[in-house]
């Protein structure tokens, strides 16, 4: 694979980022809305997770020698259109998700984390492997 070791280490940390938060057994939505201590953590390893995905998109992009874009989705979306990433929508939420942890942190619908956490964070579901 041609891309470098910098990229490998940033997906382990996507994956640690998730296998932390599969390890905090989160069983419900009542668990996850009364414990202030499971959001802030689920919404900070999210956080972390998608800015790291948003590197990783930067990184590929400079090794493509393709200039980045103004915005994040739209570095996923170049990667898409390069075959390098499938399913921009997936990625492209993702990006909107940590958008509105970072730019509305004052008040975090639990409704939203909790459904992706359900709907979206198994492992399988990421794919972390990078098409050559």
């Not at 997906?11 to 009364?34: T, V």
Request: charged share 25%; glycine share 2%; net charge negative.
């Amino acid at each position: 694979m041609k891309y470098n070791g910098i990229i490998e280490n940033k997906l382990r940390i996507i994956e640690e980022k998730l296998e932390a938060i599969q390890s905090w057994n989160i069983s419900s939505y009542e668990q996850f809305n009364q414990s202030s201590l499971l959001q802030n953590a689920v919404e900070r390893a999210l956080q972390v997770a998608v800015e790291v995905m948003i590197d990783i998109s930067e990184r590929i992009l400079a090794i493509e020698k393709v200039p980045p874009q103004h915005a994040a989705a739209e570095n996923i979306s170049r990667l898409q259109k390069m075959n390098i990433l499938s399913n921009f929508t997936e990625y492209g939420d993702m990006v909107k998700f940590r958008n509105l942890i970072v730019h509305r942190y004052e008040r975090i619908d639990t409704e939203i984390v909790y459904s992706i956490l359900k709907n979206k964070l198994s492992m399988s579901y990421v794919d972390l492997t990078l098409q050559s």
